[in-house]
């Protein structure tokens, strides 16, 4: 088994969505109560649908710390299509999935995706471009979040998708907090599935207006937060 296959274990989520497990960090991409509950929560109701009602755009720029399986850009894409939005999705993902791997994912049944759009969120041309249609292109950064340096208020929302704080503590520093502060235009959304008390800190200490807001099913509570 080559190093690749040994970091990934595929698995199955209580909703019947699948998601991988990092073996080397002991960590799923997902919540294990259901991946595209947790996802449709957190990051579509509490990120993305709570960005364009506050403050309608037909033109947004995300940005999404930890691409993995690309659930998230998926989801993102079958809502935004329902909304006539132009979006531009960029990701930070160190250890970018085979596609041989994203297609055990069961997701094209799930989202009801075609086949080719499927691979799209898993094909990058040379310059790490992806076009799933003609609204939406996915540029993905093989770059450390943590040496990454994005042009200021150049974003509207971004997914915080990173491994839980105690597995990566190194990305929910206040130096962290601070690039995706600087990163957004205002205003700007930041969503999280965590509300650890020193990413809320991290988060205040930088300029952001921190939300505690009910999480998931199996999660009490998650973060949102506001550049205004
Ligand atoms: C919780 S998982 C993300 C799940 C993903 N959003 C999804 O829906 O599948 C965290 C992701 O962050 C990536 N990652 C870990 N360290 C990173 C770093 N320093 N910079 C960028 N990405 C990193 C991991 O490889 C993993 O894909």
Redesign the pocket.
């Known amino acids: 088994m080559s190093i690749y296959r040994s970091m990934f274990q595929l698995a199955e989520t209580k909703d019947g969505s699948s998601?991988?497990i990092?073996t080397q960090l002991q960590?799923s991409?997902?919540s294990m109560h259901g991946?595209i509950q947790e996802?449709m929560h957190v990051f579509i109701k509490e990120g993305l649908l709570y960005y364009l009602e506050k403050f309608p755009n037909q033109n947004i720029e995300i940005f999404?710390?930890?691409?993995?399986?690309?659930?998230?850009a998926m989801l993102t894409y079958v809502e935004t299509s329902k909304h006539q939005v132009y979006v531009v999705y960029k990701a930070?993902?160190?250890?970018p999935i085979q596609s041989e791997l994203a297609k055990k994912l069961n997701y094209i049944d799930l989202l009801g995706l075609t086949e080719s759009q499927f691979t799209s969120f898993h094909t990058f041309d040379t310059k790490s471009f992806s076009y799933v249609s003609a609204n939406f292109k996915i540029e993905l950064l093989k770059?450390?979040?943590?040496i990454?340096q994005p042009t200021e208020n150049s974003i509207d929302l971004i997914?915080f998708?990173?491994?839980s704080p105690s597995a990566?503590p190194?990305?929910w520093t206040i130096e962290a907090m601070d690039k995706c502060y600087k990163m957004l235009r205002s205003p700007g959304v930041w969503v999280t599935y965590s509300a650890k008390g020193a990413v809320r800190r991290a988060l205040r200490e930088v300029g952001f207006q921190v939300q505690k807001i009910p999480g998931p099913p199996g999660k009490r509570e998650m973060l949102r937060a506001l550049k205004i």
């Open positions: 998601t991988l990092n960590q991409y997902h991946a996802s999404e710390m930890g691409y993995g399986t690309g659930l998230n930070a993902e160190l250890f770059t450390p979040f943590e990454y997914y998708d990173a491994f990566q190194e990305l």
